[in-house]
T-cell receptor, first 113, second 115 residues
Framework: QQQVKQSPQSLIVQKGGISIINCAYENTAFDYFPWYQQFPGKGPALLIAIRPDVSEKKEGRFTISFNKSAKQFSLHIMDSQPGDSATYFCAAMSGGSNYKLTFGKGTLLTVNP | DAGVIQSPRHEVTEMGQEVTLRCKPI?????LFWYRQTMMRGLELLIY????????DSGMPEDRFSAKMPNASFSTLKIQPSEPRDSAVYFC?????????????FGEGSRLTVL
């Protein structure tokens, strides 16, 4: 059972454009939603995260939009740059003492110069 | 400061051989995680430890896999005997134990190829 569904699998954007990656979840107990960025040959690294008490969080060119009723959240990358080319993973963690982070399957973003 | 250190970075072995992957977490972190990454299944949590104690090993695929954390600065993931379907990138990650941040710091991974 895939608890976090991510789309699209791959995305090609022109430099300066907006990249949008979407995720949907099923478990209403999830209360922490991070996005990780992974470059080839490296491990994933935290990019930005949100909790369901807010609908949007912005850090520089990166914005998370969160829709609790629809159980969906998305990552927007404004003014996309070739250096943003990487694989992006959404993830979710449930409340309580369980520390398990469930990842989406990833989106390979290519930003063309 | 050094990040999470994994070894070996690359391992090629033959089916049936024993494989041991090693991880040194960030000093002071009290959570340690082992993930496996494949194209088909993405990032899967295998097991995680808190203060060297295994908390959840429900992701370990079968008895051929075992993980230990003998002290706060070292963990191993062992596969015995290895099979071709175990080929993947294995990541170790560590975290400072508060759920308020939830940030996992990943190593660069160990790429395992089982022939």
């Amino acid at each position: 059972q895939q608890q976090v569904k991510q789309s699209p699998q791959s995305l090609i954007v022109q430099k300066g454009g907006i990249s949008i990656i979407n995720c949907a979840y099923e478990n209403t107990a999830f209360d922490y939603f991070p996005w990780y960025q992974q470059f080839p040959g490296k491990g994933p690294a935290l990019l930005i995260a949100i909790r369901p008490d807010v609908s949007e969080k912005k850090e520089g060119r990166f914005t998370i939009s969160f829709n609790k009723s629809a159980k969906q959240f998305s990552l927007h990358i404004m003014d996309s740059q070739p250096g943003d080319s990487a694989t992006y993973f959404c993830a979710a963690m449930s409340g309580g003492s369980n520390y398990k982070l469930t990842f989406g399957k990833g989106t390979l973003l290519t930003v063309n110069p | 400061d050094a990040g999470v250190i994994q070894s070996p970075r690359h391992e090629v072995t033959e089916m049936g051989q024993e494989v041991t992957l090693r991880c040194k977490p960030i000093s002071g972190h009290d959570y340690l995680f082992w993930y496996r990454q494949t194209m088909m299944r993405g990032l899967e949590l295998l097991i995680y430890f808190n203060n060297n104690v295994p908390i959840d090993d429900s992701g370990m695929p079968e008895d051929r896999f075992s993980a230990k954390m003998p002290n706060a600065s070292f963990s191993t993931l062992k596969i015995q005997p290895s099979e071709p379907r175990d080929s993947a990138v294995y990541f170790c990650a560590s975290s400072l134990g508060t759920r308020n941040t939830g940030e996992l710091f990943f190593g660069e991974g160990s790429r395992l190829t089982v022939l």
